[in-house]
Protein backbone atom coordinates (compact mmCIF):
# COMPACT_ATOMS: atom_id res chain seq x y z
CA UNK A 1 0.00 0.00 0.00
CA UNK A 2 1.21 3.55 -0.30
CA UNK A 3 2.93 5.00 2.36
CA UNK A 4 1.65 8.49 2.56
CA UNK A 5 2.58 11.94 5.11
CA UNK A 6 1.49 14.72 5.72
CA UNK A 7 2.79 18.61 7.00
CA UNK A 8 1.94 20.08 9.34
CA UNK A 9 0.47 17.11 11.77
CA UNK A 10 -1.53 19.90 13.62
CA UNK A 11 -1.53 23.67 14.01
CA UNK A 12 -3.34 26.66 16.04
CA UNK A 13 -3.89 29.09 13.15
CA UNK A 14 -5.44 33.20 14.19
CA UNK A 15 -8.73 34.06 11.94
CA UNK A 16 -7.98 35.49 8.71
CA UNK A 17 -4.58 33.78 7.81
CA UNK A 18 -4.06 31.10 5.24
CA UNK A 19 -2.73 28.00 5.99
CA UNK A 20 -1.42 25.39 3.01
CA UNK A 21 -1.33 21.46 3.92
CA UNK A 22 1.34 19.33 1.83
CA UNK A 23 0.91 15.83 1.38
CA UNK A 24 3.60 13.39 -0.09
CA UNK A 25 2.99 9.83 -1.22
CA UNK A 26 5.81 7.15 -1.66
CA UNK A 27 4.91 6.49 -5.06
CA UNK A 28 3.40 7.69 -8.19
CA UNK A 29 -0.75 7.75 -8.16
CA UNK A 30 -3.05 8.87 -10.71
CA UNK A 31 -5.90 10.08 -8.19
CA UNK A 32 -5.40 11.92 -4.93
CA UNK A 33 -8.03 13.85 -2.81
CA UNK A 34 -8.45 16.36 -0.17
CA UNK A 35 -10.99 15.63 2.51
CA UNK A 36 -12.37 17.11 5.53
CA UNK A 37 -13.40 15.69 8.93
CA UNK A 38 -15.32 18.24 11.06
CA UNK A 39 -15.23 17.78 14.97
CA UNK A 40 -17.35 14.67 15.97
CA UNK A 41 -18.28 14.05 11.76
CA UNK A 42 -17.44 12.32 9.34
CA UNK A 43 -15.79 12.69 6.11
CA UNK A 44 -16.22 15.36 2.80
CA UNK A 45 -14.76 15.17 -0.12
CA UNK A 46 -13.51 18.33 -0.98
CA UNK A 47 -11.85 17.98 -4.07
CA UNK A 48 -9.81 15.65 -6.91
CA UNK A 49 -6.38 17.10 -6.88
CA UNK A 50 -5.83 16.75 -10.86
CA UNK A 51 -2.24 16.78 -12.10
CA UNK A 52 -1.32 19.30 -14.24
CA UNK A 53 -4.61 20.92 -14.28
CA UNK A 54 -7.06 23.05 -12.06
CA UNK A 55 -8.89 20.57 -9.29
CA UNK A 56 -12.49 19.48 -9.45
CA UNK A 57 -14.09 20.61 -6.49
CA UNK A 58 -17.40 19.31 -4.63
CA UNK A 59 -20.51 21.40 -4.49
CA UNK A 60 -20.10 23.55 -1.51
CA UNK A 61 -16.23 24.09 -1.63
CA UNK A 62 -14.31 26.61 -4.15
CA UNK A 63 -10.90 27.30 -5.35
CA UNK A 64 -10.69 30.83 -4.01
CA UNK A 65 -11.63 29.61 -0.42
CA UNK A 66 -9.59 25.44 -0.68
CA UNK A 67 -6.52 26.44 -3.63
CA UNK A 68 -4.99 22.82 -4.28
CA UNK A 69 -1.94 22.54 -6.30
CA UNK A 70 -1.21 18.96 -7.99
CA UNK A 71 2.25 19.92 -9.51
CA UNK A 72 3.73 16.01 -9.80
CA UNK A 73 2.44 12.56 -8.91
CA UNK A 74 3.26 12.25 -5.66
CA UNK A 75 2.60 15.84 -4.43
CA UNK A 76 -0.47 17.54 -3.35
CA UNK A 77 -1.31 20.63 -1.93
CA UNK A 78 -4.38 22.48 0.09
CA UNK A 79 -4.56 25.62 0.83
CA UNK A 80 -7.10 26.66 3.79
CA UNK A 81 -7.56 31.09 2.86
CA UNK A 82 -8.93 33.12 5.31
CA UNK A 83 -9.85 31.20 8.01
CA UNK A 84 -12.13 31.20 10.59
CA UNK A 85 -13.33 28.90 13.35
CA UNK A 86 -15.78 26.77 11.07
CA UNK A 87 -12.66 25.70 9.10
CA UNK A 88 -11.29 23.66 12.44
CA UNK A 89 -11.50 20.41 11.19
CA UNK A 90 -9.30 17.78 10.60
CA UNK A 91 -8.25 17.97 6.81
CA UNK A 92 -7.18 14.38 5.28
CA UNK A 93 -5.32 13.78 1.34
CA UNK A 94 -6.27 10.15 0.12
CA UNK A 95 -5.08 8.19 -2.66
CA UNK A 96 -6.17 5.60 -4.96
CA UNK A 97 -3.86 2.41 -5.42
CA UNK A 98 -2.38 2.39 -8.67
CA UNK A 99 -4.70 -1.00 -9.44
CA UNK A 100 -7.56 0.87 -8.59
CA UNK A 101 -8.92 -1.34 -6.29
CA UNK A 102 -7.86 0.95 -2.82
CA UNK A 103 -7.85 4.43 -1.57
CA UNK A 104 -5.22 4.90 1.38
CA UNK A 105 -5.54 7.99 3.47
CA UNK A 106 -3.10 10.26 5.27
CA UNK A 107 -2.44 10.70 8.80
CA UNK A 108 -4.31 13.96 8.70
CA UNK A 109 -3.78 17.57 9.22
CA UNK A 110 -5.81 18.87 12.56
CA UNK A 111 -6.13 22.30 12.20
CA UNK A 112 -7.57 24.62 14.59
CA UNK A 113 -8.67 28.65 14.28
CA UNK A 114 -8.65 30.64 16.89
CA UNK B 1 -27.34 12.70 -5.14
CA UNK B 2 -25.42 9.71 -3.41
CA UNK B 3 -26.44 9.18 0.16
CA UNK B 4 -24.64 6.88 2.61
CA UNK B 5 -26.55 5.79 5.83
CA UNK B 6 -25.15 3.48 8.31
CA UNK B 7 -26.79 2.10 11.43
CA UNK B 8 -26.74 2.29 14.42
CA UNK B 9 -24.58 5.14 14.92
CA UNK B 10 -23.20 4.31 18.60
CA UNK B 11 -23.24 0.46 19.79
CA UNK B 12 -22.19 -0.86 23.27
CA UNK B 13 -21.85 -4.18 23.49
CA UNK B 14 -20.12 -6.89 25.73
CA UNK B 15 -17.05 -8.70 24.76
CA UNK B 16 -17.68 -12.26 23.60
CA UNK B 17 -21.14 -11.34 21.62
CA UNK B 18 -21.56 -10.45 18.04
CA UNK B 19 -23.46 -7.89 16.02
CA UNK B 20 -23.82 -6.23 12.71
CA UNK B 21 -23.36 -2.57 11.40
CA UNK B 22 -25.75 -1.87 8.73
CA UNK B 23 -24.76 0.67 5.56
CA UNK B 24 -27.40 1.64 3.15
CA UNK B 25 -26.49 3.59 -0.43
CA UNK B 26 -29.20 5.34 -2.15
CA UNK B 27 -27.51 5.01 -5.94
CA UNK B 28 -25.31 2.42 -8.15
CA UNK B 29 -21.64 2.00 -7.17
CA UNK B 30 -19.26 -0.14 -8.25
CA UNK B 31 -17.55 -0.30 -4.80
CA UNK B 32 -17.63 -0.20 -1.21
CA UNK B 33 -15.56 0.19 1.38
CA UNK B 34 -15.57 -0.10 5.46
CA UNK B 35 -12.58 2.22 6.93
CA UNK B 36 -11.89 1.61 10.88
CA UNK B 37 -10.81 4.96 12.57
CA UNK B 38 -9.47 5.22 16.71
CA UNK B 39 -9.25 8.54 18.23
CA UNK B 40 -7.19 10.93 16.99
CA UNK B 41 -5.62 8.70 14.03
CA UNK B 42 -6.55 8.73 10.76
CA UNK B 43 -8.71 5.82 8.21
CA UNK B 44 -7.28 1.95 8.11
CA UNK B 45 -8.89 0.60 5.38
CA UNK B 46 -10.28 -2.71 6.08
CA UNK B 47 -12.21 -3.96 3.14
CA UNK B 48 -13.21 -3.49 -0.49
CA UNK B 49 -15.90 -4.65 -2.00
CA UNK B 50 -16.34 -4.91 -5.56
CA UNK B 51 -19.15 -6.86 -7.04
CA UNK B 52 -22.76 -8.20 -5.74
CA UNK B 53 -22.37 -11.06 -3.34
CA UNK B 54 -18.63 -9.86 -1.89
CA UNK B 55 -18.20 -11.45 1.37
CA UNK B 56 -14.72 -10.77 2.98
CA UNK B 57 -13.25 -12.05 6.32
CA UNK B 58 -10.39 -10.51 8.01
CA UNK B 59 -10.13 -12.27 12.25
CA UNK B 60 -13.11 -11.13 13.89
CA UNK B 61 -14.75 -8.84 10.76
CA UNK B 62 -17.05 -9.82 7.89
CA UNK B 63 -18.11 -7.84 5.13
CA UNK B 64 -20.52 -8.69 2.55
CA UNK B 65 -22.11 -6.70 -0.11
CA UNK B 66 -25.61 -6.92 -1.64
CA UNK B 67 -25.55 -4.89 -4.64
CA UNK B 68 -29.49 -5.09 -5.82
CA UNK B 69 -30.74 -4.01 -2.54
CA UNK B 70 -27.97 -1.35 -1.94
CA UNK B 71 -26.83 -2.89 1.48
CA UNK B 72 -23.22 -4.38 2.71
CA UNK B 73 -23.12 -5.32 6.65
CA UNK B 74 -19.94 -5.63 8.85
CA UNK B 75 -20.22 -8.28 11.05
CA UNK B 76 -18.64 -8.64 14.26
CA UNK B 77 -18.12 -12.06 15.72
CA UNK B 78 -16.88 -12.81 19.24
CA UNK B 79 -16.40 -9.29 19.87
CA UNK B 80 -12.83 -8.30 21.60
CA UNK B 81 -12.15 -5.15 23.59
CA UNK B 82 -9.50 -3.96 20.73
CA UNK B 83 -12.17 -3.77 17.74
CA UNK B 84 -13.49 -0.35 20.13
CA UNK B 85 -13.35 2.52 17.48
CA UNK B 86 -15.32 4.32 15.08
CA UNK B 87 -16.47 2.17 11.81
CA UNK B 88 -17.26 4.04 8.55
CA UNK B 89 -18.31 2.58 5.29
CA UNK B 90 -17.94 4.76 2.25
CA UNK B 91 -19.39 3.97 -1.13
CA UNK B 92 -17.72 5.35 -4.37
CA UNK B 93 -19.37 7.27 -6.96
CA UNK B 94 -19.65 6.02 -10.66
CA UNK B 95 -16.98 7.91 -11.43
CA UNK B 96 -13.84 9.21 -10.56
CA UNK B 97 -13.03 7.51 -7.40
CA UNK B 98 -14.63 9.89 -5.01
CA UNK B 99 -16.29 8.16 -2.14
CA UNK B 100 -19.37 9.11 0.15
CA UNK B 101 -19.33 8.40 3.75
CA UNK B 102 -21.63 7.20 5.88
CA UNK B 103 -22.05 8.93 9.22
CA UNK B 104 -19.72 6.09 10.87
CA UNK B 105 -20.82 3.67 13.94
CA UNK B 106 -18.85 4.15 17.10
CA UNK B 107 -18.31 1.13 18.79
CA UNK B 108 -17.70 0.64 22.12
CA UNK B 109 -16.56 -3.38 22.76
CA UNK B 110 -17.08 -3.53 27.27
CA UNK B 111 -15.23 -6.18 28.83
Known amino acids: SAVISQKPSRDICQRGTSLTIQCQVD?????MFWYRQQPGQSLTLIATANQGSEATYESGFVIDKFPISRPNLTFSTLTVSNMSPEDSSIYLCSVEDPRGNEQFFGPGTRLTVL | ELKVEQNPLFLSMQEGKNYTIYCNYSTTSDRLYWYRQDPGKSLESLFVLLSNGAVKQEGRLMASLDTKARLSTLHITAAVHDLSATYFC???????????FGEGTQLTVNP
Open chain 2, 90 to 100: AVDRTSGSRLT
Open chain 1, 27 to 31: SQVTM
